[in-house]
T-cell receptor, first 113, second 113 residues
Framework: AQSVTQLGSHVSVSEGALVLLRCNYS??????LFWYVQYPNQGLQLLLK??????LVKGINGFEAEFKKSETSFHLTKPSAHMSDAAEYFC???????????FGTGTSLTVIP | DAGVTQSPTHLIKTRGQHVTLRCSPI?????VSWYQQVLGQGPQFIFQ???????GRGNFPDRFSARQFPNYSSELNVNALLLGDSALYLC????????????FGPGTRLTVT
């Protein structure tokens, strides 16, 4: 079975500082990897996805993530945090054999003005 | 284009009752997946349906069931509600069974008292 681990359930950064949210996956074959953002009382919005193309993936709102097979990681970064980035972030893994999505427990990002 | 829609938005039920949640996928999407998100956790996969057939099932009891209609909309049914069923229920749609392009609805918040 596949799984993801998100290190740090809560992360606080100052406005303008680097955002780094960590995700490690467990999969017997190279998986598909995703980052989703969830604002309060809303559904999930896809930030970016890795589906075995370029290892550095650029997403919406200035976020990007790098797939590192040797480290089984898919960390999410953003060079400069905005107040509007405050939300819950979920890493997820899926495929290519198993269509099910497996989500991490989430990281709550707080941006300090 | 309209995104994934879910109804109702909120629902309060009593233990032992039955509930039906509804989901309309994005136009042209043939696959619908259901997830349960308990407060403070990541979404857990419940079901995937494609062309009215169940294509995947997560680790949930038989009290949970679903179906998909010819217009690709879907219902999630939960019988004999327990307090632990209180959660946000998310629906996601995708074009085909490959879920790496799935889009989430806003969810239905179910409270069981």
């Amino acid at each position: 079975a596949q799984s993801v681990t998100q290190l740090g359930s809560h992360v606080s950064v100052s406005e303008g500082a680097l955002v780094l949210l960590r995700c490690n996956y467990s999969s017997s074959v190279p998986p598909y990897l995703f980052w989703y953002v969830q604002y309060p009382n809303q559904g999930l919005q896809l930030l970016l996805k890795y589906t075995s193309a370029a290892t550095l993936v650029k997403g919406i709102n200035g976020f990007e993530a790098e797939f590192k097979k040797s480290e089984t990681s898919f960390h999410l970064t953003k060079p400069s945090a905005h107040m509007s980035d405050a939300a819950e972030y979920f890493c997820a893994v899926s495929g290519p054999v198993d269509n099910q999505f497996y989500f991490g427990t989430g990281t709550s990002l707080t941006v300090i003005p | 284009d309209a995104g994934v829609t879910q109804s109702p938005t909120h629902l309060i039920k009593t233990r032992g009752q039955h509930v039906t949640l509804r989901c309309s996928p994005i136009s042209g999407h043939k696959s619908v997946s259901w997830y349960q998100q308990v407060l403070g956790q990541g979404p857990q996969f419940i079901f995937q349906y494609y062309e009215k057939e169940e294509r995947g099932r997560g680790n949930f009891p038989d009290r949970f069931s679903a179906r998909q209609f010819p217009n690709y909309s879907s219902e999630l049914n939960v019988n004999a509600l327990l307090l632990g069923d209180s959660a946000l229920y998310l629906c996601a749609s995708s074009l085909e069974t490959q879920t790496y392009e799935q889009y989430f609805g806003p969810g239905t918040r179910l409270t069981v008292t």
